[in-house]
């Protein structure tokens, strides 16, 4: 099992930024992948960033293309943490921001509760 703790959402205005983190415990390592997902309201969720760990060739981020050059997934394994900047903040990535963790069954399996983000126009 693996739990999830996001944290660092608010609110904040259009171009600004926030520091999203996800604290992991339980049978996690550091070639975990690891993803960030949000949901808007009336919306379903959809993906936002992720970061896949290789023993060879280091971690291996990827984006939607609606966070391109703004978002920026990184990890620190010392502290268990995966972290979401996100800057150039638009009204449109207001949401409901999601940790998650990959499972043996190649999907995602493993969500933290959510952490609210609201951009202001």
């Known amino acids: 099992q693996v739990q999830l703790v996001e944290s660092g959402g608010g609110l904040v205005q259009a171009g600004g930024s926030l520091r999203l983190s996800c604290v992991a415990s339980?049978?996690?390592?550091?070639?975990?992948?690891m993803g960030w997902f949000r949901q808007a309201p009336g919306k379903e969720r959809e993906f936002v960033a992720g970061v896949s760990g290789h023993a060879w060739i280091g971690d291996t981020t990827y984006y939607a293309d609606s966070v391109k050059g703004r978002f920026t997934i990184s990890r620190d394994n010392a502290k268990n943490t995966v972290y979401l900047q996100m800057n150039s903040l638009k009204p449109e990535d207001t949401g409901v921001y999601y940790c998650s963790a990959l499972g043996g069954t190649g999907k995602y399996d493993y969500w933290g509760q959510g952490t609210q983000v609201t951009v202001s126009s």
């Open positions: 339980g049978r996690t390592s550091s070639s975990s992948t």
